[in-house]
């Protein structure tokens, strides 16, 4: 059984860092792409970024597209988002997920079946 667990988030100031991790346990996720999504309050939930098994391509929205990076350690069954610049705007509780290994990050929010509880990145000065 797969068990996402995220981590490293918190209160930081505008313009600020911070460096999520998820760690999965159980099988290993080496076929399957991985995917940051984020849920403010009020809003649904989008995607953020993913990065892919199949070639390691990554995909970001465009509202953090050159500020977060994407990345992911196979030996560790983990992935990571490194945050910078961050905005108030980017305040949300930010989950990992994994998708499917046939659409890889092509797929849709409803591709991805396995969730993370998610960790509060709150950006206020």
């Known amino acids: 059984q797969l068990q996402l667990v995220e981590s490293g988030g918190g209160l930081v100031q505008p313009g600020g860092s911070l460096r999520l991790s998820c760690v999965a346990s159980?099988?290993?996720?080496?076929?399957?792409?991985m995917g940051w999504f984020r849920q403010a309050p009020g809003k649904e939930r989008e995607g953020v970024s993913c990065?892919?098994?199949?070639?390691?391509?990554?995909y970001y929205s465009d509202s953090v597209k050159g500020r977060f990076t994407i990345s992911r350690d196979y030996a560790k069954n983990s992935v990571y988002l490194q945050m910078n610049s961050l905005k108030p705007e980017d305040t949300a509780v930010y989950y990992c997920?994994?998708?499917?290994?046939?659409?890889?990050?092509?797929?849709?929010?409803?591709?991805?079946?396995?969730w993370g509880q998610g960790t509060q990145v709150t950006v206020s000065s």
């Open positions: 990065i892919s098994s199949s070639d390691g391509n990554t």
């Open positions: 159980g099988p290993s996720l080496d076929y399957y792409p």
């Open positions: 997920a994994v998708g499917s290994a046939f659409f890889q990050c092509s797929g849709t929010i409803r591709d991805f079946g396995s």
